[in-house]
């Protein structure tokens, strides 16, 4: 494995307003004596026709129309029930994180749904995998995907493993990792694509020995704390766009109040290109982006980290002068 550190391209952080397009209802509720919301959206991928938000806190995968605001639909992903209880909850979630649209591979014709936990814990290593249809639509029941070995190898070089995102870039997947008080630094940890469709389409899990590279990304500082990833897109131009919050918490176990949320332009070693602050502020752990006339158009997703409170679908978009310097919101 390299480690791989870079100089940074610092430019100066414009500000964006994005427009709230919806909350996530849900028909039923998550869990018995719950509310009928999705409350800790962590992963957004948007298909043809569907929006899939996974949530950190749930042992499901909510589903919701691509268009329109009609109430969203629960995929079960493992058995079981969570507690209700705040930390015997947190003790006992899968902690799901990062939600990634497979390309088509062996067996999965019309692609596939991974969905990615974030090895915070060595409980915190269970993850999934679904058949989409050509339309996007979750055809077969999920398959159990075992991260265990594969993070083993990757916590021997990334100090307080947490990954958060997880993007396709190229002939590479790409892990986010998300940085921490005492290690600020996030991370992308590439690995081959090709091996990792290998070992999901025969239904195993990923392999502690697949090749691996890490990239540093120093993203600054809101408020004295670090922003760190929290979730990632690929660009058709070959750049990622991240979303990035600073949390004051004492490590990635821990919540902690959200002083700042940002999404950053990258180009594809890491280097920061574009950074952007939300105002107001929105705890964002899910993004979804595309380019189209010129534009990077954003679906954002929230984590209120309280049950109480639903997460929301937010809307933002940038565009960027002759000059490259000045970003606006759509």
């Given at each position: 494995?390299?480690?791989?550190?870079?100089?940074?391209?610092?430019?100066?952080?414009?500000?964006?307003?994005?427009?709230?397009?919806?909350?996530?209802?849900?028909?039923?509720?998550?869990?018995?004596?719950?509310?009928?919301?999705?409350?800790?959206?962590?992963?957004?991928?948007?298909?043809?026709?569907?929006?899939?938000?996974?949530?950190?806190?749930?042992?499901?995968l909510?589903?919701?129309?691509?268009?329109?605001?009609?109430?969203?639909?629960?995929?079960?992903?493992?058995?079981?029930?969570?507690?209700?209880?705040?930390?015997?909850?947190k003790?006992?979630?899968?902690?799901?994180?990062?939600?990634?649209?497979?390309?088509?591979?062996?067996?999965?014709?019309?692609?596939?749904?991974?969905?990615?936990?974030?090895?915070?814990?060595?409980?915190?290593?269970?993850?999934?995998?679904?058949?989409?249809?050509?339309?996007?639509?979750?055809?077969?029941?999920?398959?159990?995907?075992?991260?265990?070995?594969?993070?083993?190898?990757?916590?021997?070089?990334?100090?307080?493993?947490?990954?958060?995102?997880?993007?396709?870039?190229?002939?590479?997947?790409?892990l986010?990792h998300?940085?921490t008080?005492?290690h600020?630094?996030?991370?992308?940890?590439?690995?081959?694509?090709?091996?990792?469709l290998?070992?999901?389409?025969?239904?195993?899990?990923?392999?502690?020995?697949?090749?691996?590279?890490?990239?540093?990304?120093?993203?600054?500082?809101?408020?004295?704390?670090?922003?760190?990833?929290?979730?990632?897109?690929?660009l058709?131009?070959?750049?990622?766009?991240?979303?990035?919050?600073?949390?004051?918490?004492?490590?990635?176990?821990?919540?902690?109040?959200?002083?700042?949320?940002?999404?950053?332009?990258?180009?594809?070693?890491?280097?920061?290109?574009?950074?952007?602050?939300?105002?107001?502020?929105?705890?964002?752990?899910?993004?979804h982006?595309?380019?189209?006339?010129?534009?990077?158009?954003?679906?954002?997703?929230?984590?209120?980290?309280?049950?109480s409170?639903?997460?929301?679908?937010?809307?933002?978009?940038?565009?960027?002068?002759?000059?490259?310097?000045?970003?606006?919101?759509?």
């Amino acid at each position: 494995m390299s480690l791989t550190p870079f100089p940074l391209q610092r430019k100066l952080a414009t500000m964006i307003r994005p427009r709230i397009l919806r909350a996530l209802e849900l028909a039923t509720t998550p869990g018995a004596g719950g509310p009928r919301h999705l409350a800790a959206g962590s992963g957004l991928v948007a298909t043809k026709s569907f929006l899939y938000v996974v949530a950190d806190d749930e042992l499901q995968l909510g589903c919701f129309p691509r268009s329109g605001d009609a109430v969203g639909t629960l995929v079960r992903l493992f058995p079981g029930e969570l507690p209700l209880e705040h930390a015997e909850r947190k003790r006992a979630k899968p902690d799901l994180e990062a939600l990634l649209h497979l390309p088509a591979f062996t067996n999965y014709p019309d692609g596939a749904l991974l969905v990615v936990p974030s090895g915070s814990t060595p409980q915190r290593c269970r993850g999934a995998l679904l058949r989409l249809d050509a339309d996007g639509a979750i055809i077969s029941v999920p398959e159990c995907i075992d991260f265990t070995g594969l993070y083993a190898a990757l916590a021997e070089q990334v100090p307080a493993l947490n990954i958060e995102g997880a993007v396709i870039s190229d002939d590479a997947l790409l892990l986010l990792h998300r940085g921490t008080r005492a290690h600020p630094l996030s991370a992308l940890i590439e690995l081959p694509l090709a091996d990792v469709l290998v070992g999901l389409g025969a239904r195993a899990a990923l392999a502690s020995q697949l090749p691996h590279s890490v990239r540093w990304v120093d993203l600054g500082a809101m408020e004295g704390v670090a922003l760190s990833i929290t979730d990632g897109a690929s660009l058709a131009d070959g750049r990622l766009v991240v979303s990035a919050v600073a949390e004051h918490a004492a490590d990635s176990y821990a919540d902690g109040p959200c002083l700042g949320a940002a999404v950053a332009v990258l180009d594809r070693d890491g280097r920061v290109c574009e950074l952007h602050h939300l105002q107001p502020t929105f705890k964002i752990e899910g993004v979804h982006a595309w380019l189209e006339d010129g534009r990077i158009h954003m679906l954002l997703v929230t984590d209120a980290d309280d049950a109480s409170a639903p997460s929301y679908l937010l809307e933002a978009g940038v565009y960027a002068t002759a000059e490259a310097g000045v970003r606006v919101n759509l």
